[in-house]
């Protein structure tokens, strides 16, 4: 049997395990595993089992470190979603997913194919799905290829949920240059499911049917998680495209209808969705996880093309398919909820009790192998991390830790400042993208991602569901568990802001070639970060993905990304809290204190860094103490607003609750120097709030019983945002010094308004 | 007085409209596509979607459904039948109204809240709203310009059968005249590329859909007092 096909194969003299991607040490561990030599199906198998993507060989160890316990989890890391109970006897089930490469490679295509597979996921926990959200990267927008990868990717993820009728109520769109060549996709789902209903994805019962149904099986997407996810590439990766799947939303939403049916209808005993690996992947982990085997019968798998290799039926990626464990007594009501659905179905094998995942081609038996040496068992591989030389020596013992000389604000006209920032293609807003997808399909969108979170009601309660997620890649250039950490508590605090309490974190990590001891340090470290971010904020993580590999020889490897996404819930939809200036006459207020550092900020891109400046510090007790004051103070019906100080700094978020709210503000702010520090900087732990006027002070007192700074900064209204500035960093001091700073932002709405709305439209050169 | 919601394989906004026609007043239920008769409903919501995945062309395939033989009986006996985005498309390809929605111009899909304006009151859709009454709803589609051969344009106008335009500002698909929503001769069957069931609460942002609804529902009870 010939694996690879003659005229893609790679010399002849190359053995077949390592044209497959398995080392020759991953080699001997099969024949160590089987006693015996396994024969090319086998190694086909295990080559796709064991590859990065399924295996999650160098991150496992890692992962095992992350909080994952949490009395309502229901379901949490190794499950095909995490599950986390919201009451009622209703649960929310959520994941997020990487589809880079494939996007890389043909980025409509790889993109639907991300938001299919996510969905499939949630599905495949017996939910249906009610959001997505997608973080996407790319590089520099004003790069041809670049904005061809944007246009191919939005394209891709709206043709895909729009069409199965999932609102894409969320997400995220960063530019950076180390995305270029390998721009990330990453594709988040959330679900919700009647706790009673909860799928298991473990096979079970000696005697028992497989049922695959969905999307006849075919030569796409053969190796997409060997060759294409676990492996970095170049520019001549379009070569590659034969490996990306194919999606067909209209499948996909017959898959969804007809799924659910069966779960609710208890007609299934277990549930898997063929992703990464195809049917080699679903029948080997439903067997692991059930303790039982697999027999499958190669002959009866429903087929689109002539001709197929038994390997190239074992680990096509074909998408829209689904594997089912039914008992022999309702496979007539199975197969009939699949006929009515459209769906082609057939009983390709059984359950039973050898624990081997055995293949049968036509009665004869063509490979055998235990079922936990290619799921659970697969070997893990130790890496070596190593942090990179400072590239800055420690600042000198006695010398201020901040010595500059608010070097890059010397005449800085701050107004102007905020311009260039709400124009800045990861600042602006981003309606050339979310117009391209349905985000009110459902009836329940109460906020789309586009200002902050996404808030979606839960029909027949009172309760919300709120979701967000965030990164930050630049910071993580420069401190990698600094970053993940950020990142978590940013995204809790877009949670937080709404009124909402965090019920437990999803993450994508996004990262290079774990062989390098670098790559792995920055995927180590990100991960302690995370870990102790979530421990802190108290929520735990409920399951991911990783991705490595992301790397280029040409355009060298990603900025490390740790996408986490946080879902919340709201107990009364009433209290819900709004990002944007609600009434004229409110208090405007600081809550959280900034901290010094612009590393890694948006200012600092534009600015230019200073020799000496380092990130922001992160007080996660601080964070805490402030999420628990948004909450009580929603709950008290304190707040009329409240938004996160994020990327552009203080400015931006006022800027941008003007903007959304049509309302100005007349405020007043004591700036240190450098006075961009206060207006620009990132520093977490804080939170823009307006609060009616005469209750201001009773935000105050509640913070102050956490320990929570609260500062008074004016009062909404107008139609200019303005802001004085007051203290060491105003006009008067700095001009004493020769610096000639501007003492006050002011800016009409309008004009605001304007430069954020064309951020993106012009740098993709699509403006009007 | 009940709703039937057609569901063809691909529909999506099924469940809204289901909803939303339940907020009305109405009692409502789902019609799958294959079924031959309407199990009594008195009025019919073709809801929106991607019937048969649109593949071939919008609309195209589902208009040789089961159930729209019985849809037609209803529609010529004068029932009413709302076919909203998707199914608005359906309905011009079975031809029960005029025209045919295309590309939308920009070659995009276009998803937002747009502002609809009344341009016809006084049919079963428009009953207790005024000429120029403005209603906000989300548009979600990637095939809305609607179209029609000039002098075909001229006499739908002439008749009188365009009941919505988008307001200025708010024709995002190109469509001829801002028309986004039209009845036939009769009156008694309705297109509408906007989605008045998305805009039933006003906790989603606008609950102007509930006129246009509550207005069939009401019409097809054959009185102003409905049932909650």
């Known amino acids: 049997m010939s694996v690879v096909s003659a005229d893609a194969a790679p010399p002849a003299e190359q053995a077949l395990h390592r044209r497959l991607g398995l080392t020759d040490d991953e080699l001997d561990a099969i024949h160590e595993r089987l006693g015996r030599t396994a024969n090319d199906l086998e190694l086909a198998m295990f080559s796709v089992m064991w590859s990065e993507h399924c295996s999650y060989k160098s991150s496992r160890p890692l992962l095992g470190s992350l909080p994952t316990d949490g009395a309502d989890v229901l379901a949490g890391p190794g499950e095909q979603a995490g599950v986390v109970k919201i009451g009622d006897g209703l649960a929310v089930c959520f994941k997020i997913e990487s589809h880079n490469h494939p996007s890389a490679v043909e980025p409509y295509q790889g993109a639907a194919t991300g938001v299919g597979g996510i969905l499939r996921d949630v599905v495949a926990m017996g939910a249906r799905p009610v959001a997505l959200l997608d973080a996407l990267k790319f590089g520099d927008p004003h790069d041809d290829g670049v904005r061809r990868l944007v246009r191919g990717v939005v394209r891709g993820v709206g043709g895909y949920g729009n069409c199965v009728g999932v609102p894409t109520v969320g997400g995220e769109l960063t530019f950076h240059p180390s995305y270029r060549l390998n721009p990330l996709v990453n594709a988040m789902c959330v679900g919700i499911v009647e706790q009673d209903r909860l799928a298991r994805s473990a096979a079970s019962g000696i005697g028992n049917l497989a049922v695959l149904y969905g999307s006849a099986t075919g030569r796409d997407g053969i190796g997409g998680a060997s060759v294409l996810a676990s492996a970095s590439f170049d520019e001549r990766s379009s070569q590659m495209r034969p490996s990306v799947q194919i999606g067909d939303p209209f499948a996909g939403k017959l898959l969804i209808e007809a799924s659910l049916e069966l779960v609710g209808r208890q007609l299934v005993e277990g549930l898997q969705d063929l992703g990464a690996a195809g049917l080699t992947c679903a029948a080997s982990e439903m067997a692991d996880r059930g303790g039982v085997g697999l027999r499958i019968e190669l002959s009866a798998v429903p087929r689109r093309e002539e001709g197929m290799a038994p390997f190239e039926v074992m680990i096509s990626e074909s998408q829209e398919r689904m594997l089912a464990i039914v008992r022999p007594e309702r496979l007539h009501e199975v197969l009939e909820v699949c006929r009515r659905w459209g769906l082609p179905a057939a009983v390709v094998g059984e359950v039973t009790g050898d624990g081997d995942v055995t293949i049968v081609d036509q009665g004869r038996e063509i490979a055998r192998l235990p079922a936990p040496a290619l799921a659970s068992e697969a070997p893990v591989i130790p890496r070596r991390a190593e942090p990179p030389a400072r590239k800055r020596a420690a600042p000198a013992p006695g010398v201020p830790e901040l010595a500059h000389d608010g070097l890059p604000e010397r005449g800085m006209d701050p107004g102007a400042v905020l311009d260039a920032l709400l124009g800045h293609p990861n600042i602006g807003s981003r309606r050339w993208v979310t117009d391209q997808y349905d985000s009110t399909v459902g009836s329940d969108t109460l906020a789309d991602g586009g200002q902050a979170a996404a808030v979606l009601r839960i029909k027949g309660s009172r309760q919300a569901i709120v979701m967000a997620t965030d990164s930050r890649p630049g910071l993580a250039l420069l401190d990698p568990a600094l970053a993940a950490a950020m990142a978590v508590a940013e995204c809790a605090r877009n949670v937080a802001v709404t009124g909402a309490r965090p019920l437990g974190l999803t993450n994508c990590l996004n990262f290079g070639d774990p062989g390098d001891p670098h790559a792995y340090w920055q995927l180590v470290e990100s991960v302690r970060g995370m870990g102790e971010a979530c421990r802190a904020l108290g929520f735990p993580v409920t399951g991911g993905n990783v991705s490595l590999y992301n790397e280029s020889d040409q355009a060298g490897r990603i900025a490390p990304t740790a996408q986490v996404g946080i879902v919340g819930l709201l107990d009364d939809v009433e209290l819900l809290v709004g990002p944007a200036f609600a009434r004229p006459g409110d208090a405007v207020l600081l809550l959280g204190e900034p901290g010094p550092g612009l590393a890694g900020s948006a200012y600092e891109q534009l600015a230019g860094a200073a020799p000496d400046d380092r990130p922001p510090t992160l007080d996660l007790v601080a964070e805490r103490a402030l999420h628990d004051v948004l909450r009580r103070a929603a709950g008290a019906r304190l707040l009329r607003s409240a938004h996160d100080v994020s990327s552009g700094g203080l400015a931006v978020a006022l800027a941008e609750a003007a903007i959304w709210g049509g309302l100005g503000a007349e405020l007043s702010l004591p700036v240190g120097l450098p006075p961009a520090v206060v207006l620009f900087g990132e520093s977490p732990g804080r939170v823009v709030v307006t609060v009616e006027a005469a209750r201001w002070r009773d935000l105050c007192a509640l913070a102050a019983e956490h320990g929570v700074a609260c500062r008074r900064l004016g009062t909404v209204g107008g139609d200019r945002l303005r802001v004085r500035l007051a203290g060491d960093g105003a006009t008067g001091a700095a001009e004493e010094r020769g610096a000639g700073v501007a003492d006050e932002v002011d800016r009409s709405l309008e004009d605001m308004r304007r430069v954020w709305q064309q951020a993106l439209p012009r740098a993709l050169g699509e403006a009007a | ?228």
Do not use: K
């Open chain 2, 1 to 228: 007085m009940r709703v039937g919601v057609v569901v063809f394989p691909g529909s999506n906004c099924d469940r809204d409209a289901l909803h939303a026609a339940r907020l009305a007043g109405a009692e409502a239920e789902l019609l799958w596509h294959e079924q031959t008769d309407l199990g009594g409903a008195d009025a019919l919501i073709l809801p929106g979607g991607f019937a048969h995945g649109d593949y071939l062309r919008t609309g195209a395939i589902a208009r040789f459904s089961p159930i729209m033989g019985a849809l037609r009986d209803h529609a010529e006996r004068g029932g009413l039948v709302l076919g909203i985005c998707n199914g608005f498309q359906v309905l011009t390809e079975a031809g029960l109204l005029p025209g045919a929605l295309l590309r939308n111009a920009s070659l995009r899909f276009e998803h937002g809240w747009v502002q609809v304006e009344v341009a016809r009151e006084g049919t079963p859709f428009t009953r207790n709203l005024a000429v120029g009454t403005r209603l906000r709803m989300p548009i979600a589609h990637g095939e809305g310009r609607y179209y029609l051969p000039q002098e075909q344009l001229e006499q739908l106008e002439s008749h009188d059968r365009v009941c919505f335009r988008y307001a200025p500002g708010s024709n995002r698909n190109g469509s001829l005249n801002d028309i986004c929503g039209i009845v036939n001769d009769a009156g008694n069957v309705c297109g509408l590329m906007p989605h008045p069931e998305r805009a039933s609460e006003a906790l989603l942002g606008s609950d102007d859909g509930m006129l246009l609804l509550r207005s069939m529902v009401e019409s097809a009870a054959g009185s102003g007092a409905v049932a909650a």
